[in-house]
């Protein structure tokens, strides 16, 4: 499974961004490799609208199978759903913790967006 993790830098130890199309980064993990790739969405965490369906079109693209965040809004959460992409909560922690909690079934599968179309978080 390939999952995309929303981070504030591109590393495991990076801590993880709330914000899902305004994230800094999203680290590509392949959990059966351990294989890393880095999406660089610091060009989209300024938009001033349309951030989230952005940057679902590019984790789309990278092929994953799904998502790590804290917050997402409803139109990237239905752009990703649309592609059979699922979205997954960790509040805190590290790419590295969010990963092993998801491996152990820790983390929450959302069913629907957890945040207003129009919420926004102040850059960390």
């Known amino acids: 499974m390939r999952v995309a993790v ?4 591109p ?8 914000r899902f199309g305004r994230a800094l980064f999203f680290l590509v993990v392949d ?5 890393l790739k880095t999406l660089d969405n610091t060009w989209n965490a300024h938009l001033r ?7 679902a079109r590019n984790i789309v693209a990278m092929d994953v199978d799904a998502v790590v965040t804290d917050h997402i809004g409803p139109k990237a959460f239905a752009a990703l759903q649309a592609r059979n992409v699922s979205v997954y909560v960790a509040t805190e922690g590290s790419v590295r913790d ?3 909690q998801l491996r152990g079934g820790q983390l929450v599968c959302l069913i629907r967006p957890n945040v ?7 850059s960390p």
């Not at 609208?49 to 940057?55: F, L, Q, S």
């Open 11 to 18: 590393d495991l130890a990076g801590r993880i961004d709330p």
């Open 98 to 100: 969010a990963t092993e």
């Open 49 to 55: 609208e349309d951030a989230g369906i952005r940057a």
């Open 31 to 35: 959990m059966d490799t351990s294989h």
């Open 116 to 122: 207003e179309e129009r919420w926004a978080q102040v």
């Open 6 to 9: 929303t981070c504030r830098t």
